[in-house]
């Protein structure tokens, strides 16, 4: 990164994290396909960070570990969350604003309404609140040695493109890849109208003490709409939603104006 420092036409500088730690797969996969096309920063967490959303932690001291440094790569590993990885890369470890931030490959699928509970998506929520351009990339596929070649041609065309045209203020992207060797494409599609059905398993640990386990299953509540991003991963299509900081629902606010009173 020092060569890019006192280059008058610096590299693209790319910011990276997930929530899956910084041991896994897919982020050291992202890292392999894009260490020729920018000076690459990875703040991921030290371990497992799945279903964090956004959160930040405020009662523990946040501890960050150098694991690496060599020309156009450092990386560490905090204690945190990921957006606190976001978080304490932009304001202690940075020598200049990234051009783009990019959260996973994460192992699993963010469509639907993981897009709620998501840490990757979190992450990437946060780059947008600091109004520069953010992705979120997931695989459907939980395995820890899941194949993310099929994705390094996609990856590297979206992560060119974003450093060259930027993306709409406060808005980042949810990409989705389906498990497959060859993709139909990409579309830009919508969150799908779909939840978890969740139960919680009972059972007794050996001390003989309850103990619950959170499981269950997805359920899509429109199977048949096309312009989805469950449909798109279906019919073999890399889904691209675009997501936004700004939780408004602008329609509702004519609909309940007349909540509105003055004392």
């Not at 979120?136 to 395995?143: K, N, P, R």
């Not at 820890?144 to 041609?153: H, N, V, W």
């Not at 139909?184 to 059972?203: A, S």
Request: hydrophobic residues 35%; charged residues 25%.
């Amino acid at each position: 990164m020092e060569e890019s420092k006192q280059n008058s036409q610096p590299r693209p500088f790319i910011l990276i994290t997930n929530d899956d730690g910084y041991e896994a797969k897919g982020i050291n996969c992202l890292v392999d396909m894009l260490a020729d096309m920018a000076d690459l920063l990875v703040v991921a967490p030290d371990g497992p960070r799945s279903a964090q959303s956004k959160a930040i932690t405020v009662v523990t001291p946040l501890r960050v570990r150098k694991l690496e440094e060599r020309p156009g790569l450092t990386r560490y590993s905090c204690n945190g969350t990921p957006t606190d990885c976001v978080k304490i890369a932009l304001y202690s470890l940075v020598y200049r604003k990234p051009d783009l931030l990019l959260a996973g490959i994460n192992h699993g699928s963010n469509s639907s309404s993981n897009v709620i509970y998501s840490g990757t998506v979190g992450a990437v929520m946060e780059g947008c609140t600091e109004q520069f351009p953010a992705i979120a990339f997931s695989l459907d596929s939980h395995a820890p040695d899941a194949d993310f070649e099929p994705c390094r041609t996609v990856v590297r065309k979206m992560v060119d493109r974003v450093l060259r045209e930027g993306l709409p203020k406060r808005v980042c992207l949810n990409v989705n890849f389906p498990v497959r060797e060859h993709f139909r494409g990409v579309r830009v599609v919508r969150q799908c109208d779909g939840r978890w059905m969740e139960r919680f398993e009972k059972h007794q640990d050996p001390a003989g003490h309850d103990y619950y386990w959170l499981t269950g299953d997805f359920v899509n509540f429109e199977p048949d709409a096309d312009d989805t991003d469950e449909w798109a991963m279906r019919n073999g299509y890399v889904s691209v939603v675009p997501c936004q900081v700004d939780l408004t629902h602008y329609g509702s606010i004519q609909q309940l104006k007349d909540w509105n009173e003055d004392e």
